[in-house]
């Protein structure tokens, strides 16, 4: 019986890694085929969507579990991003994700075994869990030419931090999205909109030097410029 029960624990577990394996893999084949220099070629997938609803098919059935933090985070920052494609060419072709009635709030996808918003997944499965990562908001790419720019790879476990990192950094560091007028300072509304993710390093302005090679004046004025909701399309 106990030899039975490890069998089985194995097998489980066996099935389990080769789901997440597949998943991971089908995300690779979408972003690096259709994501260039951060922008998406919406209109190639919706003549060939056959990569992305093989993915988003496996993410259906997925089990993830915040026990294992770093398979939880990798997989629902990557089914956002999926997400949000589908939504995009699912009504291509659109000037802007707002052109959409509902695409962050109403509009729902089956992932990981549930009915479940844009939404849903940024606020209440990963921010929610995980309070203290604030990087999340340069990794979840909502389709505006204003958000961080959607990288060409998956977030895999093994390196969700490297590339939480890197991504944070390189937004941080650019001077069209941290844009610098002697000592005014003009930031994206993310900052305004998720102020309390990034006040837990002491201020916006705390947050943003931490990943800065060159840093800001601390007696910066701090201003927001306008969200440019521009479709991030590749053209």
Same mark, same amino acid.
């Given at each position: 019986m106990?030899v039975l029960?490890i069998?089985?624990?194995? @097998?489980l577990?066996?099935?389990?890694?080769g789901?997440?394996k597949?998943?991971?893999d089908?995300?690779e084949?979408i972003f690096?085929?259709?994501?260039?220099g951060?922008?998406?070629d919406y209109a190639?997938?919706?003549?060939n &969507?056959e990569?992305l609803?093989?993915?988003? *098919?496996?993410a259906?059935n997925?089990? $993830?579990?915040?026990?294992d933090p %770093?398979? =939880?985070k990798?997989?629902w920052?990557n089914a956002?991003n999926?997400? $949000?494609i589908?939504?995009i060419?699912?009504?291509? /072709?659109i000037?802007? &994700?707002l052109d959409? /009635?509902?695409?962050f709030?109403?509009?729902?996808? *089956?992932?990981?075994?549930?009915?479940?918003? #844009?939404?849903n997944i940024?606020? %209440? #499965?990963?921010?929610?869990?995980f &309070?203290?990562?604030a990087r999340?908001?340069?990794a979840?790419v909502?389709?505006?030419?204003?958000? /961080?720019?959607i990288?060409d790879s998956?977030?895999r /476990?093994?390196? #969700?931090?490297?590339?939480l990192q +890197?991504?944070?950094?390189?937004?941080l560091n650019n &001077?069209?999205?941290?844009k610098?007028?002697?000592n +005014?300072i003009?930031? @994206?509304m993310?900052?305004k909109?998720y102020e309390?993710?990034?006040e837990k !390093?002491g201020? $916006?302005?705390?947050?943003i030097?931490?990943f800065?090679? !060159?840093?800001?004046p601390?007696?910066?004025?701090l201003s =927001?410029?306008n969200?440019?909701w521009?479709? *991030? !399309?590749?053209?």
């Open positions: 106990k029960i069998s089985l624990f194995l @097998s577990n066996l099935s389990t890694f789901q997440q597949a998943f991971f089908a995300a084949a690096s085929t259709y994501v260039s951060g922008k998406v190639a997938i919706k003549k &969507p990569k609803n093989s993915a988003l *098919n496996i259906k997925m089990q $993830v579990s915040t026990a %770093e398979v =939880y990798a997989f920052i956002y999926l997400a $949000v589908k939504g060419v699912d009504k291509y /072709p000037a802007s &994700p959409i /009635p509902g695409f709030d109403v509009t729902t996808y *089956n992932l990981g075994g549930q009915e479940i918003t #844009l939404n940024e606020n %209440e #499965l990963l921010r929610a869990n &309070p203290e990562e999340f908001h340069f979840l909502c389709a505006g030419l204003s958000c /961080p720019p990288i998956a977030y /476990p093994k390196t #969700l931090e490297a590339q +890197n991504q944070t950094k390189l937004s &001077p069209d999205f941290i610098i007028n002697g +005014n003009a930031v @994206s993310i900052f909109w309390e993710d990034f !390093e201020s $916006v302005l705390t947050f030097n931490t800065r090679n !060159e840093k800001l601390k007696d910066a004025t =927001y410029y969200y440019d521009a479709l *991030n !399309e590749k053209k």
